[in-house]
């Protein structure tokens, strides 16, 4: 997908996000990282352009994260049709956002590893792009646990534990599923797109 159409889904989508959002605080701490990251891409595109493969992905995810924040993630409509059809006890949206969220950064982190490090071609590559991810997975759970200890029942929406005990260790397993499926799936064809992004920014 083209960058500035990509740029333009996922701004046109955050508008959408924020307009009739259940709840404001939720909302703003779900999509912080579209607010923070869609600046940051388009100030340093010039001196770093991204792969297709990469933007694609990244507004694809902005999506998701803006799904979650406008209906907070357990209350996602199709979540709930999931739930219902397959009897399952909680909205599986949450689940399905913290697979995105192994399976998106891994190509961005191993991006980043390849352009940046000598770690381009080396067998080091897929496992350490796995383990960035697991620790930002973890991170993100430490930053879920500080929100609940500051906003205590106020942050009950953006934690969408939905009463599982052991959400966040099933939020770090999804992440390191979906981590390790991007590496096995999209690691081909991201380096033929590294290549070509070499190959055009030399000439």
Known sequence: MPPGLCAAVVVVGMALSAWGARDRATWFL????????LPLVMLTWRRFPLTGLLCGLLAAHALVLAVGGHYTYAQVPPGDWVRD????????????????????????????????????????????????????????????????????????????????????????????????LSVLLLSRAHDRQLAALAAQREV
Do not use: K
């Open 30 to 37: 779900e999509t912080v990282w579209v607010l923070v990251g």
């Open 85 to 180: 059809t397959f009897g399952l006890d909680r909205n599986p949206y949450d689940r399905f956002g913290h697979l995105m969220q192994g399976f998106v950064p891994a190509v961005l982190v191993r991006e980043l590893l390849s352009r940046t490090s000598p770690l381009r071609g080396s067998r080091w590559l897929a496992p350490l792009t796995v383990c960035v991810c697991l620790a930002f997975s973890a991170v993100f759970e430490l930053l879920e646990w500080l929100a609940a200890e500051i906003g205590g029942h106020g942050a009950d929406a953006f934690l969408a534990t939905q009463g599982d005990v052991w959400d966040t260790q099933w939020d770090m397993f999804c992440a390191l599923i979906g981590a390790t």
